[in-house]
Each structure stands twice: as structure tokens, then as C-alpha cells.
């Protein structure tokens, strides 16, 4: 692994066990300066959160903050099993 | 026909109180039951399973639930249970419920489930006791879903579990974590009680659909996955009745 997956992984598991954040559904990756977030969350909130979290892994990291809030409206439609 | 309507990871926290409210006032219109397939809260805190209660009780459909890993995080799965059932939330761990629906009845088989791997690229009971610890809650959770489906004489039986009973609703997360999204033994039992849906979570970046060995219809609800506040699939009894 290379220094960068090493910190990946760092920085994917203080968002995991990080008690501000506890997410294990975001993917995280590492390019030089830069960390990119994706996935989605259950509010807006949550994403100031897990850049403070990486913010104190990594303070010199950029981060690129790609999460969504996840939808919650009713479904359009839905499956018959048959 | 049965409507069933399902969502799970919904992940509620006191910033996320109310969001999905809205859309489930409607739900009597839409689906004759509704299951949370766990990951209902982030930490497992007493004060999440708070919100959780007010985000589903008093629906006018009833409600059907298993806890997930998240709801476990805070070594209080009793009382965030105790917390839901007094919302009039079914809260399954090896039980089923069963729902009367147009003269229909509707079973369901719940379990959190647990991590292993699928058949073929698997972990099993050998070596040091946190290995054979890791498999034998699998191996018990299975046994107690297998129990429980085969307890049920309903027209329609659904297995709903947080982990995966297959590998097929997982594509799109890394295969390196195959083993900690869920257990064939889940699909083993499902396939072993003529069970005719399994509605699981856990998964935010799998998909769907999929199907287990026996050819029974998997569908991963994690909310990421169906990006709604739930969905809903419509099974008619006479058709699937043997
Ligand atoms: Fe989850
Ligand atoms: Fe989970």
C-alpha cells in the first residue's frame, strides 16, 4: 500500500469510530492534497461533521466534500413480485 | 395483494428528526405493513431510539423492525428496543409477526443477521476463540431464522434481516468486505422454509435486487440504495402459494 492508502484507511476509520460521526458509509479517497468524500447521509449536518473529524486526522488535507443527503421523499411507484 | 413497504439505514439522530415523516403520512394508502430493516439509529443511543419511535409510531400501518450493527453500537439493544416496542414498533430478534391483510395473513421472520462470507470465500468456526466466536453468532442468529420461518403458516412468508443473505444485493461495495456484509447461512435458511421475499440492509453501496441459490427474491432496502423514504413490493398470495 502506498502512504496515501495508508491514510485513506486512517481517515476511513476515525470517520467510522469517531463518536462525532460514527459513518461507515462514505467512501474516502486520497490524491496528493486532497481527500475526496462520497456517499450519502441522513442530514446536512453530518457533513460538517465528518470534515471537522478529518480535519483533526489530517489538518493539511484539502477536503472535496461530494456527500449527499440522502432522499427521503415517498416512493414514485413501486415492484410486484410475481 | 400484500403491499409491503420497507426501508432500513436510516441512520436517525436528533439532527435528522422528522425528515422522513412527511412522506410516511401517507403510507395507509400506499402499503398494508411497513419493516425497518435496521440501522435504524448512528450509535445505538436510548435518546436515537427516541427519535426513531417518533419518526414511525403511530403510523397507520403496523410496523415491523430488526436492529442492525449501529443499534447494537452502544451496548443497549434492549433498551432501544424497549424503547420502539412502546411505540407500537414489532421489534423481531429471532420472533416472527404475523399481519391480516384482506382476509390474507402475512409472516414475518426477523434476525439481525451477522457477518461470514458466502459460500465458497467464507470464514468458519476454527482457530482462536474470536473466530469461532465470530462464526457461531452467524451460525445462531441462521438457526433462529431458520426456526422462526419454519414456525410461520402464513399465505405469504418474508425473511427481514440488517445483514445479507447474498452476495448478489451487495455489488458495488469492495468484495474485500463480502465477509462483513452478511452470511450465506442467512440464504440457507431462507431457502430451507419456502420463505417467498428477504428484505435486508446493511449494504449503502450495493443494489437492490438480487436472489438467493433456491430462487428466492432479495431485495437490499438500505436507504442509500432505493433513495426514498421506503419502497414498496406488492406480493399476491395466490400466485406465490405453492
Ligand atoms: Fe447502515
Ligand atoms: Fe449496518
Redesign the pocket.
Known sequence: MTAEQYLAARLRQALAEDPRTTE?GVRVTVRGDHVLLSGDVASPERRAEMEAVIHDVAPELTVLDDVKVVPSEAPVGREELR | MIRIAAVG?VHLGEDARGRLRPALEQLGDRADVLLLA??LTRHGTVSEARVVADEFGGLPVPVVAVL???DHHDDKPDEVTAVLRDAGITVLEGETATIGVDGRTLGVAGVKGFGGGFAGKCGSAFGEPEMKAFIRHTTDIADSLRIALDSLDTDVKVALT??SPVPDTLRGEPPEIYPFLGSYLLGEAIDATETHLAVH??AHFGNEQGMTPGGVRVRNVAQPVIRSAYTVYCVEPAVVEV
Open positions: 461507515l | 439505514d435496521g440501522d442492525g450493527n449501529h440488517h445483514y440492509g446493511h
